[in-house]
């Protein structure tokens, strides 16, 4: 089945730049969506298709994907943004929808 | 404004049954697909199972296939999945989400979620 990974945690100063990975084979050629998660709540929608960001989501949320790496871009963080952050694929091998492991964003 | 809402979570012994029910407001039910994504306590997210807006394309993860019936009721907005044959790794926050426009692509909103916890 299709493999997902994540860097467990990221930390960041405010006012810096977060960028979360997320390695899969080729996922350069899948299309990669993004959720932020606070504790206790359910998951938000902040990246689909690539890059476009849902209405409401800051245009500070931003992201790419090429080769076998996705990234999800959080520039100028600010303290709110804490939470953990998944990448997601739909796989045609299996038909399956994806999960990344998950990254943790601490703001320093 | 969009809303889902979980019920039929709870405390169950392994080997039993429960069903799960979704019911969804703020939006036209029958031309959207509609997922259980779970997540375990301290976990990733998981999903489990997807149902086309006709009942027409259903999937499974291979961890709940054969055990989970995914199954909605157009008429009354609403989801639900029997989950049979329960194991301590199916405890869970068990997450409502409704299925993007375009096939195959993302979750645009989310319920609560609904806890299912199972142990003897």
């Known amino acids: 089945s299709y493999v997902l990974t994540q860097p467990p945690s990221v930390s960041v100063a405010p006012g810096q730049t977060a960028r979360i990975t997320c390695g899969g084979n080729?996922?350069?050629?899948?299309?990669v969506h993004w959720y932020q998660q606070k504790p206790g709540q359910a998951p938000v929608l902040v990246v689909y298709?690539?890059?476009d960001r849902p209405s409401g989501i800051p245009e500070r949320f931003s992201g790419s994907n090429s080769g076998n790496t996705a990234t999800l871009t959080i520039s100028r963080v600010e303290a709110g943004d804490e939470a953990d952050y998944y990448c997601?694929?739909?796989?045609?091998?299996?038909?399956?929808?994806?999960f990344g492991t998950g990254t943790k964003v601490t703001v320093l | 404004e969009v809303q889902l809402v979980e019920s039929g979570g709870g405390l169950v012994q392994p080997g039993r049954s429960l069903r799960l029910s979704c019911a969804a407001s703020?939006?036209?039910?029958?031309?959207?697909?509609m997922h259980w994504v779970r997540q375990a306590p301290g976990k990733g997210l998981e999903w489990v199972s997807g149902i086309s807006w006709n009942s027409g394309r259903i999937g499974y993860a291979d961890s709940v296939k054969g055990r989970f019936t995914i199954s909605r009721d157009n008429a009354k907005n609403s989801l639900y999945v029997q989950m049979n044959s329960l194991r301590a790794e199916d405890t869970a926050l068990y997450y409502c989400a409704r299925g993007s426009i375009a096939a195959r692509g993302y979750f645009d909103y989310w319920g609560q979620g609904n806890l299912v916890t199972v142990s003897s």
């Open positions: 298709d690539d890059s």
């Open positions: 703020g939006f036209t039910f029958d031309e959207f697909a």
């Open positions: 080729n996922i350069g050629s899948k299309i």
């Open positions: 997601q694929v739909w796989d045609s091998t299996s038909d399956h929808y994806v």
